[in-house]
């Protein structure tokens, strides 16, 4: 079972990248042909820039993921409302429930 889903996902992320190669291959001379020269370059530039930008992410996205579920996972082990005292009867009795 695991080795058919390490090799699904090797095929597929091989896929992916040969398949993004490809596009790049075709877009270009379009690109070159629609942007000139100069256009191009700048198109060139912001798409390093960008590319940069996801590199230097360093995984931060999948722990805010990993570290939410966990979260959420130890929260609904404990009940939510364990303090709940229903209306407040104190001497500002605004009629909303209060949490302890």
Same mark, same amino acid.
């Given at each position: ?30 690109? %070159?042909?629609? !942007?000139?020269?100069? @256009? ?8 390093? #820039? *960008?590319?940069?930008?996801? %590199?230097?992410? !360093?995984?931060?996205? @999948? ?8 979260? #959420? *996972? ?27």
């Amino acid at each position: 079972m695991i080795r058919r889903r390490l090799l699904t996902g090797t095929l597929s992320n091989f896929a992916g990248r040969f398949t993004t190669a490809g596009i790049w291959f075709v877009l270009t001379p379009f690109l %070159l042909a629609r !942007l000139e020269p100069d @256009g191009y370059a700048l198109w060139v530039l912001m798409s390093a #820039v *960008a590319s940069y930008g996801s %590199l230097l992410e !360093l995984g931060i996205g @999948g722990a805010v993921v990993k570290y939410v579920a966990e979260h #959420v *996972a130890a929260a609904s082990a404990t009940p939510r409302w364990r303090g709940f005292r229903g209306p407040s009867s104190s001497s500002s009795d605004s009629g909303f429930p209060t949490f302890s």
